[in-house]
């Protein structure tokens, strides 16, 4: 048997020896398919990336175009077209809380750090306490709710109303003056109707619709300014609560429960000073910061 022995060990290495080759080609097949697959997918997202950063240069453009003065005579009769609803999205936007988004960020972590980051605190984390923190507080510190008007009538208050100051908002920002809102019924919601002029001497006009959001509390309103078929998504929809109004219902105070956004409104464009100082009290007695107001220009230069 001793004879044999060479002639076993010499089959064995080779065995081993192919067995080595094998693996070895087959790693150098996954290494080739690896990197091609990585290839493919860079050169994917960067055709995607390109995409996607034309759209949003040409939404960009579009939105200067439609918001800065001077901008008709370029665009002609197609910017009347664009204009809406340019406004509408840009609304829409405003209205959504982008904290409550922040879930989605998770995977497109690195994933050294997704790694190190255990799955259940970070879901806990990015999707149960954030958003509760940060729809708890506000920019004033607050982390209560602001009191409402008391005894709201809705029909009372609808109508037109001008707005005399806000705080700045980024939905607003290429209205130049001549701010009023109109607000009827429309079956069981309230159209609302926004105007304003922009730069360019325009008239922007804007739609949304408004509901009661708290059905022991119709002065705690929740509108939206999206298109109707994304009006079914929590996201579009903004809190718009009315503060205080006048016995009259002819001067009000609205503001989001979170203080970040305040409206002094009045049946009339212009308010005389005692009823101007009693909103701001009211304002800061609700814990709103009435230094950010500005004032809205409500006549035509």
Not at 41 to 67: C, E, I, K, M, Q
Not at 132 to 155: E, M, V, Y
Request: contains cysteine; aromatic residues 6%.
């Amino acid at each position: 048997m001793s004879e044999h022995l060479p002639a076993s060990i010499m089959a064995l290495n080779a065995a081993i020896g192919s067995a080595e080759s094998s693996l070895v080609a087959r790693e150098q097949r996954l290494r080739v398919g690896a990197r091609d697959l990585r290839a493919t997918f860079r050169a994917r997202a960067a055709r995607w990336t390109l995409v996607a950063a034309a759209a949003a240069g040409v939404a960009g453009v579009l939105v200067l175009l439609s918001s800065r003065g001077g901008s008709s005579r370029r665009l002609g009769p197609w910017r009347t077209a664009v204009a809406a609803p340019l406004s509408r999205a840009r609304l829409a936007l405003a209205c959504i809380p982008w904290a409550r988004t922040l879930p989605l960020l998770l995977p497109l972590l690195p994933a050294r750090l997704r790694g190190r980051t255990p799955q259940g605190a970070a879901a806990m984390l990015l999707g149960v306490a954030l958003p509760i923190f940060l729809g708890s507080r506000s920019p004033s510190g607050h982390q209560t709710p602001p009191a409402t008007a008391a005894s709201f009538d809705l029909n009372r208050f609808l109508g037109r109303w001008f707005e005399i100051a806000r705080t700045p908002l980024a939905a607003e920002g290429a209205c130049a003056g001549e701010v009023n809102a109109t607000y009827r019924w429309q079956g069981d919601s309230v159209s609302m109707v926004n105007r304003c002029r922009l730069a360019d001497g325009s008239l922007s006009e804007t739609e949304g619709v408004a509901v009661a959001g708290d059905a022991t509390d119709p002065a705690r309103l929740r509108v939206c300014f999206a298109p109707a078929w994304l009006s079914w998504l929590p996201l579009v929809w903004a809190d718009y609560w009315v503060l205080h109004v006048d016995a009259g219902y002819r001067s009000a105070l609205v503001g989001t429960p979170d203080r970040k956004h305040l409206w002094l409104l009045s049946r009339t464009p212009a308010l005389d000073t005692e009823t101007l100082q009693r909103l701001l009290d009211e304002a800061r007695l609700r814990g709103y910061d009435i230094e950010r107001l500005s004032a809205t220009r409500q006549t035509r230069p």
